[in-house]
């Protein structure tokens, strides 16, 4: 026998004069395979068609449909409610600019995270389109892959204690990504120059180290060992900055 599940939804449209932040309560018979993003497709179809919230891969790829699940952010399309209680309470991510009820617009954020870190290939070689690709040690192009993995959902950001106390705080994402140059050998930075960027309360130093960021990131990665590796090559650079003067 299906269970009912009560979802109780936050609502809220920015750009409607009248509407006033609130939750509602919606009842829905469960499915077997069904998943948060089914769910609320049906809702949309079924009871209100006014609903917002994002979805687009549901493959757990694009990291649209991420919001708070009971509390903990996580993907709408990874999270079955079978491991729910019958009592959903879905929130949207905190940090981002809130769209409408469950939307927030993480694009903005990211495009300002890429800039922040200068998320391309630092080097000094002029490009030739003839020229045969560079060739990569497979260890080397395996680190590269693991720290590519990221789809920018900003659960990692929505969970971070630092983030949610500090606007100027880059977050787990970014600092991800910078480890991802600091690994590949094509990027001509050097740590002097990683340390421009990250090496202050805006970047490692204003991690806390609770690793929240890790706890929910939907793809696993190994988000506590890239802060450590950075915050103790942070830490030695400025030590030679220290000595340097």
Same mark, same amino acid.
């Given at each position: 026998?299906?269970?009912?599940?009560?979802?109780?939804?936050?609502?809220?449209?920015?750009?409607?004069?009248?509407?006033?932040?609130?939750?509602?309560?919606?009842?829905?018979?469960?499915?077997?395979?069904?998943?948060?993003?089914?769910?609320?497709?049906?809702?949309?179809?079924?009871?209100?068609?006014? +609903?917002?919230?994002?979805?687009?891969?549901?493959?757990?790829?694009?990291?649209?449909?991420?919001?708070?699940?009971?509390?903990?952010?996580?993907?709408?399309?990874?999270?079955?409610?079978?491991? +729910?209680?019958?009592?959903?309470?879905?929130?949207?991510?905190?940090?981002?600019?809130?769209?409408?009820?469950?939307?927030?617009?993480?694009?903005?954020?990211?495009?300002?995270?890429?800039?922040?870190?200068?998320?391309?290939?630092?080097?000094?070689?002029?490009?030739?389109?003839?020229?045969?690709?560079?060739?990569?040690?497979?260890?080397?192009?395996?680190?590269?892959?693991?720290?590519?993995?990221?789809?920018?959902?900003?659960?990692?950001?929505?969970?971070?204690?630092?983030?949610?106390?500090?606007?100027?705080?880059?977050?787990?994402?970014?600092?991800?990504?910078?480890?991802?140059?600091?690994?590949?050998?094509?990027?001509?930075?050097?740590?002097?120059?990683?340390?421009?960027?990250?090496?202050?309360?805006?970047?490692?130093?204003?991690?806390?180290?609770?690793?929240?960021?890790?706890?929910?990131?939907?793809?696993?990665?190994?988000?506590?060992?890239?802060?450590?590796? +950075?915050?103790?090559?942070?830490?030695?650079?400025?030590?030679?900055?220290?000595?340097?003067?």
């Amino acid at each position: 026998m299906s269970r009912k599940l009560e979802f109780d939804i936050f609502r809220y449209n920015p750009q409607e004069k009248s509407s006033v932040p609130h939750m509602q309560t919606f009842v829905l018979d469960e499915t077997e395979n069904m998943t948060l993003f089914i769910a609320l497709n049906r809702l949309r179809e079924e009871q209100d068609p006014g +609903l917002i919230f994002d979805f687009c891969c549901r493959a757990g790829i694009c990291g649209a449909c991420a919001m708070v699940v009971n509390g903990r952010p996580g993907l709408a399309c990874q999270t079955k409610t079978i491991d +729910l209680p019958t009592r959903i309470t879905l929130l949207p991510l905190p940090v981002f600019k809130l769209i409408g009820d469950l939307s927030v617009d993480t694009g903005v954020w990211f495009r300002d995270m890429y800039q922040t870190t200068e998320s391309w290939v630092h080097t000094h070689k002029v490009f030739e389109d003839s020229a045969i690709e560079e060739r990569m040690e497979n260890d080397v192009a395996e680190q590269i892959y693991e720290l590519e993995r990221c789809i920018e959902c900003g659960c990692c950001v929505s969970a971070c204690g630092t983030a949610r106390l500090r606007d100027d705080f880059i977050g787990a994402a970014a600092l991800n990504r910078i480890a991802r140059f600091v690994v590949d050998p094509r990027d001509q930075r050097t740590d002097r120059d990683y340390f421009e960027i990250i090496g202050n309360d805006e970047g490692i130093f204003g991690c806390m180290g609770l690793l929240g960021c890790e706890d929910v990131c939907p793809k696993n990665l190994p988000l506590q060992n890239q802060l450590g590796f +950075l915050r103790r090559k942070m830490g030695i650079t400025a030590i030679k900055e220290i000595f340097r003067k």
